[in-house]
């Protein structure tokens, strides 16, 4: 097809334009909550229970990580980490719980 002014022109849609942008018939789009919708927690709770657990876990190797510096680097002696005991427990225990509870609770 040729118009008035010499340029041509074609049949062509925008429909016809391959995209991976476009929504296709089995993407779902997700649901917007409306008034009245009945409220599930357990996703937010797994997520809470997975960072706590991360978290406690990521401080247990801070701790550790702290004695074998402290010790590699002759700050204190080997005698002197069964005090570091005191902070060790307690984290240890945290962590077992924590973990303990996140992979008890886990959702299949």
Same mark, same amino acid.
């Given at each position: 097809m040729a118009n008035e002014d010499?340029?041509?022109?074609?049949?062509?849609?925008?429909?016809?334009?391959?995209?991976?942008e476009k929504p296709t018939s089995t993407d779902k789009e997700p649901k917007s909550p409306q008034i009245g919708d009945t409220y599930d927690p357990r996703p937010h709770e797994d997520q809470a229970r997975r960072h706590i657990a991360y978290l406690l876990i990521g401080l247990l190797w801070v701790v550790i990580g702290a004695i074998f510096i402290l010790v590699a680097f002759s700050s204190i002696g080997v005698l002197e980490v069964k005090e570091f005991a005191v902070v !060790?427990?307690?984290?240890? @225990? !945290?962590?077992?719980?924590? @973990?303990?509870?996140?992979?008890? @609770?886990?959702t299949k």
């Open positions: 010499n340029t041509e022109t074609s049949d062509f849609k925008v429909e016809d334009i391959p995209s991976t !060790l427990g307690p984290v240890v @225990t !945290l962590v077992s719980a924590a @973990t303990g509870f996140y992979y008890g @609770t886990k």
